[in-house]
């Protein structure tokens, strides 16, 4: 099973700020990777698949980008919106299908 | 718009079944992709059960496979869980989702998330 890790846990940022999350895979994954932001008492919602491709409707301030096994989901300007929790996800290697822990942004 | 809503009993009791089925509109399950469910601890993050093909092939997560099945019915446009022997461990939020893979097959994401609902098992 492939584990996923991210950090920080926790992310202090004020709003206007560059947010720099982290995702890191136990094995090579390619760009197999997705990206999900879950605000409380929603779902989550696809903000970028195969490591840097953003889904229909985010917005262009949410980038991702790849490193080996290193992963990173940068958020330029942040917005009142984009405090939530992070999620990562592989799918190079399944089953099982694995997320990381989540990195929560928060104020 | 795709959509989908789960639904099922919110409170189930240790070592009975869990049951929930997923209602897909604005797609049919018939027209491709994967169908499945993730699940959420209270307070906790995701884990995925397993999804299904329309034509009912089905892959489960190694750590739940003895106790899930996925099924799916392409005439009411719907797919269910069913997860047996449950335990306090079981108690989350459960979420379907449509699984989608940019090259077409293998490599699947989620794209489309229901609202989730709520299962508590009690003892």
């Known amino acids: 099973e492939i584990v996923m890790t991210q950090s920080p846990a926790t992310l202090s940022v004020s709003p206007g700020d560059r947010a720099t999350l982290s995702c890191r895979a136990s094995?090579?994954?390619?760009?197999?990777l997705a990206w999900y932001q879950q605000k409380p008492g929603q779902s989550p919602r696809l903000l970028i698949y195969?490591?840097?491709t953003r889904a229909t409707g985010v917005p262009a301030r949410f980038s991702g980008s790849a490193s080996g096994t290193d992963f990173t989901l940068t958020i330029d300007s942040l917005q009142s919106e984009d405090f939530a929790v992070y999620y990562c996800?592989?799918?190079?290697?399944?089953?099982?299908?694995?997320f990381g822990p989540g990195t929560k942004v928060d104020v | 718009q795709v959509q989908l809503q789960e639904s099922g009993p919110g409170l189930v009791k240790s070592s009975e079944t869990l049951s929930l089925t997923c209602v897909v509109s604005?797609?049919?399950?018939?027209?491709?992709?994967?169908w499945g469910w993730i699940r959420q601890p209270p307070g906790k993050g995701l884990e995925w059960i397993g999804f299904?093909?329309?034509?009912?092939?089905?892959y489960y997560n190694p750590s739940l496979k003895s106790r899930v099945t996925i099924s799916v019915d392409t005439s009411k446009n719907e797919f269910s869980l069913s997860l047996t022997s449950v335990t306090a461990a079981d108690t989350a939020i459960y979420f379907c989702?449509?699984?989608?893979?940019?090259?077409?097959?293998?490599?699947?994401?989620?794209?489309?998330w229901g609202k989730g609902t709520t299962v508590i098992v009690s003892s």
């Open positions: 996800q592989q799918y190079n290697d399944w089953p099982p299908l694995t």
């Open positions: 604005g797609h049919s399950i018939s027209s491709g992709n994967y």
């Open positions: 989702a449509r699984h989608v893979s940019s090259t077409g097959h293998y490599y699947y994401h989620m794209d489309v």
């Open positions: 094995q090579l994954i390619g760009t197999k």
């Open positions: 299904i093909f329309h034509t009912g092939s089905s």
């Open positions: 195969d490591a840097s």
